[in-house]
């Protein structure tokens, strides 16, 4: 954080203190018409309406504690918002006219600085969700043809927490908006997800598991068993088509409470011994989470009590 003097319209002098990335040089402090300010991107999309609210409440009490920051618009008498529109929402929820701006220099024509600026500034206070952080990165790599390495030194992150974000987008529409209510957001998720190219496959069995609230281990295990499965249906994965049954192969991550090999099997042992063994066997499974009819078929210790029960007949 760094002071800088700001020249007011009246050309008195005045100390304000800024994030370093805000302000190059002196900028003009003015209080300029709402009505006359753009707001053509910001990498944030959700705004608590019950946060606007408390600081609109603090700004009428209180006055506000910062100004917003500006750059001369494309049009006459026009200003382009770089930072600050959680502030001016709260100006327009007051129903105030005017605001205080900082009117710096334009940074460039393509718009690019005054995104980074936003993405630093939202990123910083913790504001922006993941996938709204996640679609800013890939922006400014799509659109503003930056690098995931160039992104990690303008924004300060690692390349590997920035391109695994990344992946994130690739993910579809109704996905993403469950990372957004909780789901897991972990890129080795992401990518399983990704290789399995039947959309309603891939759409339900991410529901499933959010609606079930399977952990991070049992989702990553029942989109692994589900790849499997539509593998073994097909003959080859990168194969499969659109006939597939999706809602039967998402139907392997039910998670019924009590289903063990003896169930598998669909009969008793005579032996209570075995019969204790088999149930302690299931309880210790890795995969219990989403242990089912199909998901447990392969299971070795079903096979190792279908066999002791053949040899008994």
């Given at each position: 954080m760094k002071k800088y003097k700001l020249l007011l319209k009246n050309q008195a002098v005045v100390n304000a203190t800024l994030p370093d990335y805000e302000i190059s040089e002196a900028a003009t402090l003015q209080k300029i018409l709402i009505t006359k300010i753009v707001v053509e991107r910001n990498p944030r999309k959700r705004f608590d309406e019950e946060s606007l609210a408390e600081l609109a409440q603090s700004i009428q009490s209180r006055g506000l504690q910062q100004p917003i920051i500006v750059e001369p618009g494309p049009a006459e008498d026009t200003f382009v918002l770089v930072s600050g529109e959680r502030r001016l929402r709260a100006h327009k929820k007051l129903g105030k006219t005017k605001i205080q701006a900082l009117v710096r220099a334009r940074s460039n024509h393509d718009g690019r600085e005054r995104f980074l600026d936003a993405?630093?500034?939202?990123?910083?206070?913790?504001?922006?969700?993941?996938?709204?952080?996640?679609?800013?990165?890939?922006?400014?790599?799509?659109?503003?043809?930056?690098?995931?390495?160039?992104?990690?030194?303008?924004?300060?992150?690692?390349?590997?927490?920035?391109?695994?974000?990344?992946?994130?987008?690739?993910?579809?529409?109704?996905?993403?908006?469950?990372?957004?209510?909780?789901?897991?957001?972990?890129?080795?998720?992401?990518?399983?997800?990704?290789?399995?190219?039947?959309?309603?496959?891939?759409?339900?069995?991410?529901?499933?598991?959010?609606?079930?609230?399977?952990?991070?281990?049992?989702?990553?295990?029942?989109?692994?068993?589900?790849?499997?499965?539509?593998?073994?249906?097909?003959?080859?994965?990168?194969?499969?088509?659109?006939?597939?049954?999706?809602?039967?192969?998402?139907?392997?991550?039910?998670?019924?409470?009590?289903?063990?090999?003896?169930?598998?099997?669909?009969?008793?042992?005579?032996?209570?011994?075995?019969?204790?063994?088999?149930?302690?066997?299931?309880?210790?499974?890795?995969?219990?989470?989403?242990?089912?009819?199909?998901?447990?078929?392969?299971?070795g210790a079903v096979h190792l009590l279908r066999r002791m029960m053949e040899a008994a007949k």
């Open positions: 993405v630093i500034e939202n990123d910083q206070r913790e504001e922006m969700t993941a996938i709204e952080l996640a679609h800013a990165y890939r922006a400014l790599s799509d659109e503003y043809d930056m690098s995931v390495r160039d992104i990690s030194k303008r924004i300060g992150k690692s390349e590997f927490k920035i391109s695994r974000l990344i992946q994130l987008t690739f993910l579809d529409q109704e996905i993403q908006d469950l990372i957004e209510r909780g789901f897991w957001k972990d890129y080795r998720l992401a990518s399983l997800l990704l290789k399995i190219t039947d959309k309603m496959v891939r759409v339900e069995l991410a529901k499933r598991l959010f609606t079930q609230k399977v952990s991070l281990k049992g989702s990553l295990k029942a989109v692994e068993r589900t790849i499997q499965e539509m593998a073994t249906s097909t003959g080859k994965f990168t194969d499969f088509h659109e006939g597939t049954p999706a809602l039967k192969i998402v139907g392997a991550v039910k998670q019924p409470m009590h289903w063990n090999m003896l169930m598998q099997l669909g009969q008793l042992p005579p032996w209570k011994l075995v019969v204790l063994n088999a149930e302690q066997t299931c309880e210790q499974c890795p995969i219990r989470s989403i242990a089912s009819k199909s998901n447990c078929k392969d299971c």
